[in-house]
């Protein structure tokens, strides 16, 4: 069974920041080259820091469920979306002068039963503003100028390592 049986990509839509949590909007679109059934997502976001252990920022285990599947047929393609929560509290925003800044990291962990087989695949994206040219770094949200809707948000992929 290919690696590529399943592949998951993240189109966020928007990112909002209350003074409880930061929410994103999101779609998910999910392309099979195989039949597979009893598809299960789950996933979170987190903030990215340089205090935490890479490992802890980028595994998805334990995250909790957000899509069930019953089946994808080989080439069909699915999207479904959803909002991702993370409570202000939970957050250790980087620091920058006055500013506190946030790097929204979203984590994703796809099982299912491929050709009879269990299949696992995990993905990693970090979520900003695009304020440069297409292709540059993207820029963090400002946790310190209060509650705002970011309309214009983009995402890049991570490599996700083998101990996630």
Known sequence: MPDAALTLDLAAARMSATLVNASLSYRLVLSASAQARDVVIVGGMTAAHASRPAQDQLDPRNAPELHTIRSIGAGEIIEVAGEIRLPLAEITPIRHGNAALFVPLVRLEMTATVDGRPFTMRAAFVV????????????????????????????????VPAFA
């Open 128 to 159: 900003g503003l695009e304020e440069g040219a297409a292709g540059q770094r993207l820029q963090p949200f400002r946790l310190d100028l209060g509650p705002r809707i970011y309309p214009n948000i983009s995402q890049r992929a991570l490599t």
